[in-house]
């Protein structure tokens, strides 16, 4: 099997310096698993890694979309594993959502029925009708989407009427076996400290200029209900350009939704996925890091 190297964690644990270190040492490439900076225009606010920070290295699947295309884990595992097959050197997937990393690395197939559009019959209920109609018809399915999650409320309740399977047995038809030699680094640190490097990171962000970012977008006709808008670091500007929150408001909202992303993060790799958790806070904890994946590789 192919050998790919994922670098994964909670937001501003140091994954895309890392990344770049390790694509250095050992001749790869970095594919982007941010469903956000796949996005042309979002960049401060999805953390974006400037062409300074790349030092050279190859970055795939970053300023590729117009912010009204939508993206989903079926396009993420299309997407990488062309770029993994076609790829000579090191594919290094940095960060990205739980979903999308299984999606990729994993044997899980998704049938045509499992794309972005929907039904339009389900136009017509709200999202609590949605919720309640998939509760009785895929109740397993129903617990793994928030309420408020119209999309894919429509889009599981769609698979269901067009291939009369519910979308929850599907997956666990799936062997939930790895298709590559993955090596899963995760990213950790002390709490405190990593809510507090989450604290400054925003903070840094508004210095440099994300509420101008966010008003450019909507300036060239963006909308905060579009596909990179729904985003941490975006959707909280909603209240501030309609002038029911302040600046400061909306930095801590920004900061409270990332450090509660973050325990989602922790809480879903430590149940999901085989991770290999370092220490990621100091540069020999780095250090340490890459010898452990140059011993990966020579196996």
């Not at 999606?103 to 609590?128: H, I, S």
């Not at 399977?165 to 790895?178: F, G, L, T």
Request: charged share 30%; with cysteine; aromatic share 10%.
């Amino acid at each position: 099997m192919k050998k790919v190297l994922v670098i994964a964690g909670p937001t501003a644990s140091g994954k895309s310096a890392l990344a770049v270190e390790a694509a250095l040492r050992y001749n790869g490439v970095v594919i982007s698993g941010d469903s956000v900076q796949i996005y042309k225009g979002f960049d401060i606010g999805s953390g974006k890694v400037t062409e300074e920070e790349t030092k050279g290295v190859k970055h795939w699947l970053i300023d590729v979309l117009d912010a009204e295309t939508p993206y989903s884990a079926a396009d993420f595992q299309r997407e990488v594993r062309r770029i993994i097959d076609s790829e000579t050197r090191l594919p290094i997937i940095a960060g990205g959502t739980g979903l999308y990393l299984k999606a990729c690395l994993y044997d899980y197939v998704f049938r045509e029925e499992d794309g972005p559009a929907a039904d339009e019959k389900f136009e017509k209920y709200t999202n609590e009708e949605l919720w309640a109609m998939l509760r009785d018809q895929d109740p397993v399915q129903s617990e793994k989407i928030h309420p408020n999650n119209r999309r894919r409320l429509m889009r599981s309740l769609t698979i269901l009427e067009r291939s009369g399977k519910r979308q929850s047995d599907m997956v666990a038809e799936q062997a939930h076996e790895m298709i590559y030699d993955a090596f899963i680094v995760g990213c950790t640190m002390e709490r405190s400290v990593l809510y507090e490097r989450i604290n400054s990171r925003v903070h840094r962000m508004i210095e440099d200029g994300l509420e101008q970012e966010v008003s450019g977008l909507l300036s060239a006709g963006v909308t905060f209900s579009s596909p990179p808008m729904k985003g941490i670091g975006y959707k909280e500007w909603e209240a501030y350009f309609n002038g029911t929150a302040s600046l400061q408001e909306t930095e801590e909202l920004i900061a409270k939704h990332s450090r509660q992303y973050a325990k989602k993060q922790y809480t879903w790799f430590r149940h999901q996925m085989p991770v290999h958790w370092f220490d990621a806070t100091s540069e020999e904890e780095h250090r340490n890091i890459l010898e452990e994946i140059g011993k990966w590789l020579e196996r």
